[in-house]
């Protein structure tokens, strides 16, 4: 079944670093990829997605691109802040895969110190 | 837009007792979908709704649960003999339209089995 898999956390860094969360996933078909965050005590809202190869989606700051060669959709920033602490998920859906569902990683959690 | 809200926050309960949440989407969204989340892990799929219509269920979403959308705007998540595996945050997401569109989380249920 398709599968989603994140770099374990946590990751620290201090403010204005250069930020990467891996992501590669399996799926069956040409899935849409997505990163969601989630800051402490709200919901996951949607950062960005990508929905077909070579897309780059970008929101805030963060970048990812879809690469369909090595199955990958990393998460990038160039400058990091305080205020980006949170839960980083990258998801996936595959209508090919027989299913409008949402296939999540575990999360990889951010802490940026001042 | 008030956003998407989930009742209760947190509920307590004894093992082998029923309970109900309950999930009041973004009013104009279409689309419904319940997700359970435990430590460390990322959402899984439970279920989703297309107005009142019941379109997927997922294996995890054994015959003790059951989810309802009568009339196509608040839904509820019913869990018959809770079992302490049952454990976990409950999340619901509303979206307006189908597949690959942004869906709109609330913080979650948390449910805990003693």
């Known amino acids: 079944g398709d599968s989603v898999t994140q770099m374990e956390g946590p990751v620290t860094l201090s403010e204005e670093a250069f930020l990467t969360i891996n992501c590669t996933y399996t799926?069956?078909?040409?899935?849409?990829l997505f990163w969601y965050v989630q800051y402490p005590g709200e919901g996951l809202q949607l950062l960005l997605k990508?929905?077909?190869?070579?897309d780059k989606g970008s929101n805030k700051g963060f970048e990812a691109t879809y690469r369909k060669e090595t199955t990958s959709f990393h998460l990038e920033k160039g400058s990091v802040q305080v205020s980006d602490s949170a839960v980083y998920f990258c998801?996936?859906?595959?209508?090919?895969?027989?299913?409008?569902?949402?296939?999540f990683g575990k999360g990889t959690k951010l802490t940026v110190n001042p | 837009d008030t956003g998407v809200s989930q009742d209760p926050r947190h509920k307590i309960t004894k093992r082998g007792q029923n309970v109900t949440f309950r999930c009041d989407p973004i009013?104009?969204?279409?689309?419904l979908y319940w997700y359970r989340q435990t430590l460390g892990q990322g959402p899984e799929f439970l279920t989703y709704?297309?107005?009142?219509?019941?379109?997927?269920k997922s294996r995890l979403l054994s015959d003790r649960f059951s989810a309802e959308r009568p009339k196509g705007s608040f839904s509820t998540l019913e869990i018959q003999r809770t079992e302490q595996g049952d454990s976990a945050m409950y999340l619901c997401?509303?979206?307006?339209?189908?597949?690959?569109?942004?869906?709109?989380f609330g913080s979650g249920t948390q449910l805990s089995v003693l």
């Open positions: 997401a509303s979206s307006l339209g189908g597949f690959n569109e942004k869906l709109f």
């Open positions: 799926a069956t078909g040409y899935p849409s």
């Open positions: 990508a929905t077909k190869a070579d």
């Open positions: 998801a996936l859906s595959d209508l090919q895969g027989g299913s409008e569902k949402l296939v």
């Open positions: 009013s104009e969204h279409n689309r």
């Open positions: 709704f297309q107005n009142e219509a019941q379109l997927e």
